[in-house]
C-alpha cells in the first residue's frame, strides 16, 4: 500500500481521536458544519445560476462565433489567434464551460499547434473571475466589491495579451 492512500484516512481519524480527546462532540460539530455548508451553498446559487445561464445563451447563440469573427483583424496584429477568443471570453465566467472550449480547440487545432498553446497559456494561467467574486462574496454577502473586480479584470487581460507573445517565444 502507497502512502498517498493512507494519508486522507489518517488525517480524518487523528483529527476525531484528538477531539474524542478533547470530549468535543464529534457528530454534533460535523452535523453543524454540513448544514452550514447547505446553507452557504443555497445563498450563492441564484448566482451561479445567472452566470450558467448567460454563459449556455452566448455559445447557443453564436455571439462568440460573431466575435471572433468580427475581432480576427484586430486579434492578428497582435499575435493573438482569433480561434481562442471564444475561450478567453468564457474563462472569467465559467471554468467547466472554458475546458469545453479548450478541448474544442484540441480537438480543432491540435494540442501542439500554436491555437493549442496559446489556449493551454490562457487556461492555465487566468482565473474564473466572475465564478470566484459571485461564490466568495456571495457566501459572505459582500455587495460592493470594490477594486476586486476591476484588478482580476486587468490581471485576465493581461494573461490574454503575453499568451501570444510567451508562446511566440517558446515556439521560436
Keep these: 500500500?502507497?502512502?498517498?492512500?493512507?494519508?486522507?484516512?489518517?488525517?480524518?481519524?487523528?483529527?476525531?481521536?484528538?477531539?474524542?480527546?478533547?470530549?468535543?462532540?464529534?457528530?454534533?460539530?460535523?452535523?453543524?458544519?454540513?448544514?452550514?455548508?447547505?446553507?452557504?451553498?443555497?445563498?450563492?446559487?441564484?448566482?451561479?445560476?445567472?452566470?450558467?445561464?448567460?454563459?449556455?445563451?452566448?455559445?447557443?447563440?453564436?455571439?462568440?462565433?460573431?466575435?471572433?469573427f468580427s475581432l480576427k483583424d484586430v486579434t492578428s496584429k497582435i499575435g493573438f489567434p482569433a480561434e481562442v477568443l471564444p475561450l478567453a471570453l468564457i474563462r472569467p465566467v465559467s471554468g467547466s464551460a472554458a475546458l469545453a472550449a479548450l478541448r474544442d480547440i484540441y480537438d480543432r487545432y491540435g494540442a501542439d499547434s500554436y491555437i493549442g498553446r496559446v489556449a493551454s497559456v490562457i487556461s492555465g494561467s487566468t482565473d474564473t473571475t466572475f465564478y470566484a467574486i459571485a461564490v466568495y462574496f456571495g457566501a459572505v454577502n459582500i455587495k460592493k466589491t470594490r477594486h476586486t473586480l476591476k484588478s482580476a479584470l486587468i490581471a485576465d487581460l493581461t494573461s490574454f495579451l503575453i499568451a501570444g507573445f510567451v508562446v511566440s517565444l517558446v515556439l521560436s
Design 1 to 68: 500500500m502507497t502512502i498517498s492512500k493512507i494519508i486522507l484516512p489518517s488525517f480524518i481519524l487523528i483529527i476525531i481521536a484528538a477531539a474524542l480527546l478533547k470530549s468535543v462532540p464529534v457528530y454534533d460539530c460535523f452535523l453543524k458544519g454540513a448544514k452550514d455548508g447547505l446553507t452557504s451553498a443555497v445563498s450563492i446559487l441564484p448566482s451561479l445560476i445567472g452566470l450558467i445561464a448567460a454563459t449556455s445563451m452566448l455559445r447557443a447563440s453564436g455571439a462568440f462565433d460573431l466575435l471572433c
